[in-house]
């Protein structure tokens, strides 16, 4: 963005402002639940005065949204777009890659995407408080994340499962799946249980290495 030769403008400076309130918001919210948060400590992480969140949000209601719009911004870094899953679908029919690593490849897609970036994490987890107590806009997460996630998922495991597999058979083990890489957003205790200090990127690999043969086994044989 172009800046102004004394320093940044006066759009510059808002549009970083929105940013972080969205940045703090989605980790307060995260941790929190929305009825957790306060304005006050909003404004206060955020290092800004009460005024500019209604400011640029209108309000606390209009931050969380403009938060779950941007959980739904980077949906594809987290699981992988329709359109990715069917080139898999794709080199797999024609004997580029087995059935086995189509599976392996949605697997790790999944794993990398929600254990990769801090900042993923905390989605996650938002995710996850509306998936169990579902706001006003769970509707707009339903209809702009969870259903093309799904689906995504849905012809993967479809193409890799017998032809007869019911839908209600493809759609648990979908979801089964979902729960599988969920269990890991918090893993402190899983890291205690089995000693390790944290989730490093070689730990994270680790665990995809294990994981990944398990749910080819579940889905493949």
């Not at 549009?15 to 948060?37: S, Y």
């Not at 012809?155 to 979801?175: L, P, R």
Request: aromatic share 8%; proline share 3%; net charge negative.
């Amino acid at each position: 963005m172009t800046q102004h030769p004394k320093g940044k403008t006066n759009k510059a400076r808002g549009e970083e402002t929105r940013n972080k309130l969205i940045e703090v918001g989605l980790r307060l919210f995260a941790m929190n639940g929305f009825n957790g948060v306060s304005m006050r400590s909003l404004a206060s992480e955020a290092e800004v005065n009460l005024a500019t969140v209604g400011y640029h949000f209108g309000g606390k209601q209009g931050l969380y949204e403009a938060v779950i719009r941007e959980i739904i911004r980077f949906r594809e870094e987290i699981m992988p777009s329709i359109e990715t899953a069917q080139k898999q679908i794709d080199r797999f029919k024609s004997g580029e890659i087995s059935k086995e690593e189509m599976v392996a490849w949605l697997f790790r897609s999944q794993m990398l995407g929600v254990l990769s970036d801090p900042i993923t994490v905390w989605g996650i987890m938002l995710i996850n408080r509306e998936m169990a107590a579902p706001s006003e806009v769970y509707p707009l997460l339903d209809k702009e994340f969870f259903e093309p996630s799904i689906q995504s998922m849905n012809i993967v495991i479809q193409a890799a499962m017998d032809d007869d597999a019911s839908n209600t058979e493809i759609m648990a083990v979908s979801t089964a799946l979902i729960g599988i890489v969920l269990k890991f957003v918090k893993s402190k205790a899983f890291t205690d249980r089995v000693g390790w200090d944290e989730m490093t990127p070689e730990r994270i690999e680790e665990l995809i290495e294990i994981l990944s043969r398990r749910v080819v086994a579940l889905i493949c044989c």
